[in-house]
């Protein structure tokens, strides 16, 4: 919520463009200091002592850590005595014996690893990568010279390398059509199950329905429907979604819309600063209403802009018209909302880009990210799809594109 003077408590808002390098890290070795270690801490700049209790928590033997599952196998704070013994450096390490008779051992790498808190390890734990940003204007090119994130139906069925390449691309663009997927149901399904399990909501879990009015939501009619984000009255809303429209008889239009939300976030960050910290701050709360027995709202309060607290990066754009219920904040506030809310709206409209569907082609884009929508149409549309839920995808992203060991190694490395 705002304060009296207007001011956002948000200090900063990042974009995410790149993957921020681990790379110029300092490399001090971790010392022996009165019997214990010491690790260079680079949010204070100086060595600082361990503290044993961390140490012991942290032991990465097999029987502390399991060594397939990286999970810890003890009650920490059920060890009652936790005083070091004796403790000895050897090449590329140390050797703790315990007070208790357990033995540790600590690799160098890992001890400094853990020191280095200022330099956060969240690329590694929420897959970013580099981001392409981009508008309308980006994919109407000359195909050749600038051809859409597409991948091949047989690539991403045939190996985990293939459904690398094509997370790696719904990553960096935000989203991703596949070419030469045979225009059924049962392939659009066995096609996103490559990625994850599909997502069940209160309209089932892989849907597949042509336009009438079977479910109460504007997605089933003909209706034009602007640009929005799906599920913001899930806490957690869907990460990624899918469309494969298998037919399409005796009418036109229904063009479908993608925004680049991050794209438009930054344009908005650039040209109103304040806007962004309105729309970064005031929870907007929504709902499902529309089925019988349902009244689905989250259960945290969420701003339209969704930013890591700690990092300040922008991972969620929330953005339903449709499904938005209370605006949460003093009505003696409220125009300002209003206000940033048509900025961030125009901003939208400037970066919309339109692409009709065909059957053969899905597209899969993140939710969190691309906001959608399409134009009104006639005939007979039959479209089907599903969501998959944003950590999942996250998870099959890192393991197909950087490997299960290298992720868990960096997962064992606080
Ligand atoms: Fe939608
Ligand atoms: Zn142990």
């Known amino acids: 919520m705002l304060g009296a003077a207007g001011k956002s408590p948000v200090r900063q808002h990042v974009i995410p463009q790149a993957r921020e390098s681990t790379q110029n890290q300092s490399l001090r070795r971790p010392q022996l200091q009165n019997n214990n270690v010491s690790v260079f801490s680079d949010s204070s700049n100086q060595y600082v002592p361990v503290p044993k209790r961390w140490l012991r928590d942290h032991c990465q033997c097999e ?98 390398e293939g459904v690398g390449a094509w997370t790696a691309l719904i990553r960096k663009y935000g989203f991703a059509y596949v070419d030469g997927c045979p ?43 602007g ?30 819309l993608l925004v680049d939300g991050f794209a438009a976030a930054q344009e908005l960050l650039t040209n109103y600063p304040d806007d962004y910290a309105i729309l970064a701050t005031v929870p907007v709360h929504s709902h499902a209403s529309g089925n019988e027995g349902i009244s689905v709202q989250p ?12 990092n300040g990066h922008l991972v969620q754009v929330r953005w339903n018209t449709t499904d938005r219920a209370a605006i949460d904040t003093p009505m003696e506030y409220m125009q300002r909302w209003y206000d940033a809310g048509e900025k961030w709206a125009a901003i939208l409209r400037k970066h919309e ?38 950590d999942d995808f996250i998870s099959r992203f890192k393991t197909t594109n950087w490997g299960k060991d290298s992720v868990l190694k960096a997962v064992a490395q606080g």
């Open 353 to 390: 880009y339109w692409e009709q569907l065909q059957p053969g082609k899905p597209l899969i884009f993140d939710n969190w990210r691309v906001l959608h929508g399409r134009s009104s149409f006639t005939g007979k549309r039959r479209l089907c799809g599903g969501y998959i839920s944003m």
């Open 63 to 160: 029987s502390c850590i399991h060594p397939v599952t990286k999970q810890r196998l003890i009650e920490t704070f059920d060890i009652e005595d936790v005083d070091i013994r004796s403790i000895t450096q050897s090449n590329s390490g140390f050797n703790v014996l315990w007070s208790d008779g357990h033995k540790s051992y600590f690799t160098e790498d890992w001890l400094t690893r853990s020191g280095l808190k200022a330099q956060s390890r969240v690329a590694e734990r929420q897959g970013l990568t580099d981001v392409r940003l981009w508008n309308g204007k980006t994919f109407q090119a000359d195909e050749h010279t600038n051809p859409l994130p597409t991948i091949h139906y047989s690539e991403v069925m045939a190996s985990d």
């Open 227 to 256: 640009a929005h984000t799906d599920t913001t009255y899930f806490t957690d809303p869907g990460g990624l979604q899918m469309f494969h429209m298998l037919s399409h008889e005796n009418g036109s239009g229904g063009m479908s």
């Open 183 to 225: 225009p059924t149901p049962e392939a659009t399904q066995e096609l996103l199950e490559r990625i994850a399990f599909i997502r069940h909501t209160h309209y089932g879990g892989f849907w597949d329905f042509t336009s009438d009015l079977s479910y109460g939501d504007t997605a089933y009619t003909d209706l034009a429907i």
């Open 299 to 310: 259960q945290c309060t969420f701003p339209v802009l969704v930013h890591d607290p700690q």
